[in-house]
């Protein structure tokens, strides 16, 4: 049962992603399927970029192992 619920959150997360990214893709292109950014953003350095995207998963992981401990402890103390 809970390998189910697990298998269904985990497709119900995929679509989820999948649509927020396809979201955001239309959003940030005209209808010619250029990109709306400015000319500086489009220049800029794809590392920053890739360190802003890294430190925000990370903070995302962080918070989901927190609210497990947070689960784990409220189960421990029934």
């Known amino acids: 049962m809970t390998s189910a619920r697990t ?3 985990g497709m119900v997360g995929a679509a989820v992603t999948m649509l927020a990214r396809s979201a955001t893709r239309r959003a940030m292109h005209d209808e010619n399927g250029a990109p709306k950014l400015p000319r500086a953003a489009r220049r800029s350095d794809s590392v920053t970029m890739l360190l802003i ?7 995302l ?13 409220l189960a421990d103390t029934r």
Do not use: D, Y
Request: aromatic content about 0%; glycine content about 8%.
């Open 61 to 73: 992981l962080a918070l989901a192992e927190v609210l497990q401990e947070q689960r784990r402890h």
């Open 7 to 9: 298998i269904g959150l």
């Open 53 to 59: 995207v890294a430190a925000a998963s990370g903070a």
